[in-house]
């Protein structure tokens, strides 16, 4: 079975550019988590999808959005990017929304690098 | 304020030896920690997942423990190997209902022949 698939694997913009990115889960995940990741840091949660509906959003302006499709794939969308943009991009999925009781293991794609000029 | 702290920053040893992560964290009230493995430019690959009532728990040569008292969890690997080089993320989950992990900024392992 094919795993967390992630596209573009790089990308390259300029500041004030909009960029999608785009995750396909597991077969039969039904929720995809999108994940931010500096150089040298941890993943910081940006957003929660579970049956298309946001589920979870973490602290990011309102330039991030993404949205969930009924085949469960997912896109991640920056618009007015910074340069301070520039990272690693993660999409994780699980049958189950990953709320904090939950032990359901995520399971992370190899992630966007979003490189911003 | 919810933070996961881990020591050390990075690690070198030897092929074959022994070696233990620390995590601190201060999230509360707490579920569960899990272990990640990432390498370089990849994915995090998760390596255990343990919630407050659980004190060990091993994946192959690593083994990972939870005191939730003085909450620190460690992250011990035995025998290491060269793909044993790469990042170790602890991440810890709040209570139900909330939909956040807070991750740590991981220790970077080295494994030299």
């Known amino acids: 079975d094919a795993g967390v698939t992630q596209s573009p694997t790089h990308l390259i913009k300029t500041r004030g550019q909009h960029v999608t990115l785009r995750c396909s889960p597991i077969s039969g995940h039904k929720s995809v988590s999108w994940y931010q990741q500096v150089l040298g840091q941890g993943p910081q949660f940006i957003f929660q999808y579970y049956e298309k509906e946001e589920r979870g959003r973490g602290n990011f302006p309102d330039r991030f959005s993404a949205r969930q499709f009924p085949n469960y794939s997912s896109e991640l969308n920056v618009n007015a990017l910074l340069l301070g943009d520039s990272a690693l991009y993660l999409c994780?999925?699980?049958?189950?929304?990953?709320?904090?009781?939950?032990?359901?293991?995520?399971?992370f794609g190899p992630g966007t690098r979003l490189t911003v000029l | 304020k919810n933070q996961v702290e881990q020591s050390p920053q990075s690690l070198i040893i030897l092929e074959g030896k022994n070696c233990t992560l620390q995590?601190?964290?201060?999230?509360?009230?707490?579920?569960?920690l899990r272990w990640y493995k990432q390498d370089t430019g990849r994915g995090p690959v998760s390596l255990t997942i343990m919630t407050f009532s659980e004190n060990t728990k091993s994946n192959g040569r690593y083994t990972a423990t939870l005191d939730a008292d003085t909450k620190q969890s460690s992250l011990h690997i035995t025998a290491s190997q060269l793909s044993d080089s790469a990042s170790y993320i602890c991440v810890v989950s709040a209570a139900p209902g909330t939909y956040k992990y807070i991750f740590g900024t991981g220790t970077r392992l080295e494994v030299l022949a």
């Open positions: 995590c601190n964290y201060t999230v509360s009230p707490f579920s569960n």
């Open positions: 994780a999925s699980s049958f189950f929304p990953s709320s904090g009781g939950s032990t359901d293991t995520q399971y």
